[in-house]
């Protein structure tokens, strides 16, 4: 059972990234059943929200002769780019609507600055941009940071990944995710977890 020091992060389980969504998850909306049981068990409850503005750098129509999912170079380094998603205060950027964890202590937008995209819920693309997650989470004395939602190769992989980088015990609960595996990107996102010290649950075994 979780603990008083573990906390759910629940990464970007938004219309956008689910069936009929801009940048649809293949199964995306198959996640908040799971979620929703898994958010029960847990007393604290930290939810992402993807929240571009309309002109993002990171979508494609930005950048004229580009195609989604394409790769560019970026101040900060290599870039995939995106159909447009996740707009600031359209329907696409709004939570599924069955996801039901009222009782979140915390919702942290992320990829609100136009030059910079933001997969981690920790730290901006730049690798130096601090969201502020990890002061929040040991503020409140967390240790444990349990992880679910969308996209397991992107944003989960890398919340992950910089929580294990942050100090945080990291738990990826498996079936409370799913992927869009670019090109097979989902069993390298899995390798570079499981060699940084991320270990993997299913929903079941939290539950």
């Not at 447009?84 to 696409?92: A, F, K, L, R, Y």
Request: aromatic fraction near 8%; hydrophobic fraction near 45%.
């Amino acid at each position: 059972m979780p603990s008083e020091r573990d906390v759910l992060l629940v990464v970007d389980v938004q219309n956008d990234f689910c069936p009929g969504g801009a940048l649809a998850v293949p199964d995306g909306d198959q996640v908040v059943g799971a979620i929703n049981a898994l958010g029960r068990r847990f007393a604290e409850v930290v939810l992402t929200q993807d929240w571009h503005p309309a002109d993002h750098s990171s979508f494609a129509s930005q950048h004229p002769g580009r195609q989604p999912f394409d790769t560019i170079t970026l101040d900060y380094g290599a870039q995939t780019v995106w159909p447009d998603h996740c707009v600031q205060s359209t329907p696409g950027a709004a939570f599924h609507r069955e996801l039901a964890l009222p009782h979140a202590a915390l919702v942290l937008r992320k990829g609100f600055r136009r030059a910079i995209d933001s997969y981690s819920a920790f730290r901006e693309n730049d690798q130096r941009t601090a969201t502020g997650l990890g002061a929040y989470l040991r503020e409140r004395g967390f240790a444990r940071v349990y992880l679910a939602g969308l996209a397991t190769d992107f944003c989960v992989a890398y919340s992950a990944l910089d929580a294990v980088a942050a100090g945080f015990t990291a738990v990826l609960v498996e079936d409370a995710c799913r992927a869009i595996d670019l090109n097979g990107s989902l069993a390298p996102a899995m390798t570079r977890m499981r060699d940084a010290g991320v270990t993997f649950a299913r929903a079941a075994d939290v539950i």
